[in-house]
């Protein structure tokens, strides 16, 4: 049979231990969740840019079909419409990677951590 301070030396180890894998369980959670965001806000940038260049290749094509150039003009809008359809496709891309972030408490170490409380209180 173990003493009063012994039981009460591994009860403080073990929730040191229990403590300190919370933490790691939060920065790991933590992590994830800001590389998504970081893919997100990337791909956000990619369709603001693609979306920049295909204006600019629309006003070109228009420009140039005033100009009753024809070659010119189909040119500079298929490659108007392929630039807004990249912006599109990275547009969703972006917002899928930004609702895998939300909320951004780390949640799954909050239900750990209440498991645990309630574990020690139904040991009582």
Do not use: C, N, Y
Request: overall charge positive.
């Amino acid at each position: 049979m173990e003493s009063t301070a012994d039981l009460i030396k591994k009860a403080t180890d073990q929730m040191s231990t229990l403590v300190r894998d919370e933490i790691r369980l939060a920065q790991a959670e933590l992590a994830e969740k800001g590389r998504h965001a970081g893919i997100g806000i990337g791909m956000f940038g990619g369709a603001a840019m693609a979306l920049h260049f295909g204006i600019a290749a629309l006003l070109v094509a228009a420009g140039l079909a005033l100009g009753r150039v024809m070659p010119g003009w189909a040119a500079a809008l298929i490659i108007g419409v392929a630039l807004l359809l990249i912006a599109g496709v990275e547009a969703l891309i972006g917002r899928r990677h930004f609702q895998q972030t939300t909320p951004l408490k780390p949640e799954r170490t909050i239900r750990s951590v209440q498991s645990d409380i309630d574990t020690m209180r139904s040991s009582r």
